[in-house]
């Protein structure tokens, strides 16, 4: 009986553990959401709610595509948005956001979870 009353204590550990790391990263991903809508919506469609259309035209790819790709995951868009991407060989590409770590870590939340 002891061992059974062990299992289940364990058992509800692990459904509170997976529950509070699901409420974690929807947290991560509704910030990320409000970053994106404040400082990436210039360049993309950012979100479905942002307050205006981007004033690159046309504009860079929106995140739900991005999101939809097969080689998106969270270490790629990380690596990719702290690299320049612009340069004189490549003058309309990507400018370094010089964005925190945790905002980084807040916007690849956010745009993976545009996953369908």
């Given at each position: 009986?002891?061992?059974?009353?062990?299992?289940?204590?364990?058992?509800?550990?692990?459904?509170?553990?997976?529950?509070?790391?699901?409420?974690n990263m929807a947290q991560t991903a509704r910030k990320g959401?409000?970053?994106?809508?404040?400082?990436?919506?210039?360049?993309?469609?950012?979100?479905?709610?942002?307050?205006?259309?981007?004033?690159?035209?046309?504009?860079?790819?929106?995140?739900?595509?991005?999101?939809?790709?097969?080689?998106?995951?969270?270490?790629?868009?990380?690596?990719?948005?702290?690299?320049?991407?612009?340069?004189?060989?490549?003058?309309?590409?990507?400018?370094?956001?010089?964005?925190?770590?945790?905002?980084?870590?807040?916007?690849?939340?956010?745009?993976l979870s545009l996953r369908k």
């Open positions: 009986m002891h061992a059974a009353s062990i299992w289940v204590v364990v058992f509800w550990m692990a459904i509170c553990w997976a529950w509070a790391q699901e409420t959401h409000d970053s994106a809508a404040i400082i990436c919506a210039n360049c993309h469609v950012a979100a479905a709610d942002q307050r205006f259309m981007p004033v690159l035209s046309p504009p860079a790819p929106s995140f739900e595509t991005i999101a939809q790709r097969p080689d998106t995951n969270a270490d790629s868009l990380q690596k990719f948005m702290i690299t320049t991407h612009r340069g004189l060989d490549h003058p309309k590409g990507m400018p370094n956001p010089y964005l925190a770590d945790y905002q980084i870590t807040q916007v690849v939340a956010y745009i």
